[in-house]
């Protein structure tokens, strides 16, 4: 099953966060697989999501190279290519495996980036089962993702604090 | 500051499950008030989110009492009430103590189903600090909530397979 989780608001990834402690829960492996984020830590990279029932298990691979062409980026663009084809490598590599769940954290990102192309991705897609979960994340998902996918939701913003400065900072570190 | 998860769509309990993740990653303590959910189990209530760094903790408070209506619900309508009310007092007294982010789980339900008033949710936002962070869920937020809050996602459903039963299925589990 796939699941697109797009739209300009705050709640993509944090979503399929959520969705992998849920799945943890229920005893099932989860793999996130970050497309853009790159080397610096946020509060996901910090944890460890126990499974009461001693099964199940949480993995974070950073494959992403950090922010492309912007915020003091200079690296050769690229490397960034070869990040995100690294990623989608693995991602077909571990889609074998036990996995119930695979988040795909930025890729609609590394797409609008033209890191890679729309149909390595939905060429690997063809291989999900039915009963395995692959969510895509990142805003302006392609429509060719929205199109296969079987579920979506558009997280929209209504209201961010941008533009008041003390209200804006706490909203970033949130 | 109050955050809003509001929408039709998947992702506004799991977005505010995954945001507990990244706070209880800072070392920082959230506690989950559900206001509608039951007594029966979902993923969240089987797992423990362990910060590496030692310090951070996650509870969940399931205050609901399940449905209200539907679904063979057969309890009296002031024992929701009463249910609701005591979550919301339980919300004012907690919020004194040390929570980085307080969840009021489908609280936008409790309101629309007239088991709490926007009022006396209000009144009690008001004693939110800056650097605390409140996020109000459920589908039909109030305009008031709307009003008050600093950001807010809508979730919005553009694709869901309740049209094929097997998938449907699944993305119930899901």
Sequence with gaps: ????????????TTASLGQAVRTVGRGE????IQFIKGP?????????????????K??????????VGILGDKLPREDHERAAEEALTYFKKELTKDWKLIILDEINNAIKLELITVESVLEILKDVPDDTFVILTGRDAPQAFIDRAD?????????????DGKLAEIAMEF
Tied chains: 1, 2.
């Design 1 to 12: 099953m796939i699941i697109v989780f797009t739209g300009n608001g705050k709640g993509k």
């Design 29 to 32: 492996n989860v793999l996130m």
């Design 151 to 163: 579920l979506v939701t558009e997280m929209k913003e209504i209201k961010h604090p941008f533009n």
């Design 58 to 67: 949480f993995e974070l691979h950073k494959m992403g190279k950090g922010f």
């Design 40 to 56: 610096w830590k946020s509060g996901e990279d910090f944890i460890d999501i126990i499974p009461r029932g001693g099964k199940g």
